[in-house]
């Protein structure tokens, strides 16, 4: 039993290790490696589609897509996430991937990652936020309007085209929202020149995207014109704001 254990075993072993070194040596130099144990897969083949009759929505963009504002911390997303919960209609938790201060050239580098078009191709509802940090120079609207307002607008809805191409290559069926502007500005000397901007900026948002299929322009001038609606920060909006935001969106849904 000793010789067994000490002596026939450990031989066998090295005899054993040899032999699978030798097979692996004679695989390699002859070029027979086969596939890489535990490849993954390649990024379509992992991309998991919504469900039938679930809603899995992704929020991108600036900081009203972020739910700056918001004391709850809920934002857009959170307060969508109850008002389809009140509905009865099945939902995921809202993927929020907005930044602070976003413009469009932000975005469309966040969009350029793989990791998020998987994301994008796993959702069905995507809620854009994006453009006002572009036309009035981040939070500055009272004092930094665009020289030239047509010409700014312009090259923000171009590129917001490719955001929108870009999300369409991902998920061809995803629902697309994209949220117009409003003047936090209105009581102010300067709001009667900025609600015409934005009016206009609506405007064409809509010329661009109205007759775009799967899509819609989300618009909130209204939300803020008449009533005071806005958080602490007297920009961006409050809690209030951001639920009826949100119910505009569960509505189109």
Same mark, same amino acid.
């Given at each position: ?5 000490? =002596? +026939? ?16 040596? =004679? ?24 469900? &039938?009759?679930? !809603?899995?929505?992704? $929020? ?16 857009? @997303? ?22 602070? @201060?976003?413009? *469009? ?12 078009? *998987? ?18 120079? @981040? ?11 047509? &010409?700014?607008?312009? !090259? ?21 929202? !994209? $949220?117009?502007? +409003? ?7 300067? @709001? ?8 206009? =900026?609506?405007?064409?948002? $809509? ?18 014109? +008449? ?14 704001? +951001? ?9 189109? $849904?």
């Amino acid at each position: 039993m000793r010789r067994l254990l000490y =002596w +026939y075993l450990p031989v066998t072993a090295a005899l054993l290790g040899v032999l699978v070194f030798g097979g692996g040596l =004679w695989s390699f130099l002859s070029g027979n490696v086969g596939e890489q144990v535990g490849a993954p897969p390649p990024v379509s083949a992992v991309v998991k589609r919504a469900a &039938a009759g679930e !809603i899995v929505p992704i $929020i991108l963009g600036d900081s009203l897509a972020r739910g700056t504002g918001d004391d709850t911390g809920l934002g857009i @997303g959170g307060r969508l996430n109850e008002e389809l919960e009140k509905r009865q209609i099945q939902a995921k938790k809202t993927v929020n991937l907005a930044v602070n @201060g976003a413009r *469009t050239a932000d975005l469309l580098q966040t969009l350029s990652h793989p990791s998020v078009r *998987t994301l994008l191709g796993e959702s069905n509802v995507v809620i854009v936020s994006i453009g006002g940090n572009d036309l009035w120079g @981040g939070t500055d609207w009272r004092n930094a309007p665009p020289k030239d307002p047509d &010409a700014a607008m312009g !090259i923000v809805l171009t590129r917001i085209e490719e955001v929108v191409k870009i999300v369409r290559t991902a998920n061809p069926r995803a629902r697309i929202f !994209i $949220i117009g502007l +409003y003047n936090p500005f209105v009581a102010t000397p300067s @709001g009667p020149l900025l609600t015409s901007l934005v009016n206009r =900026w609506n405007s064409r948002l $809509i010329e661009r995207f109205g007759s775009v299929p799967n899509l819609t322009v989300v618009q909130t001038a209204d939300i803020f014109a +008449y009533h005071d609606r806005l958080s602490m920060d007297r920009f961006h909006p409050g809690n209030e704001g +951001y639920a009826l935001i949100a119910r505009r969106i569960a509505d189109a $849904i």
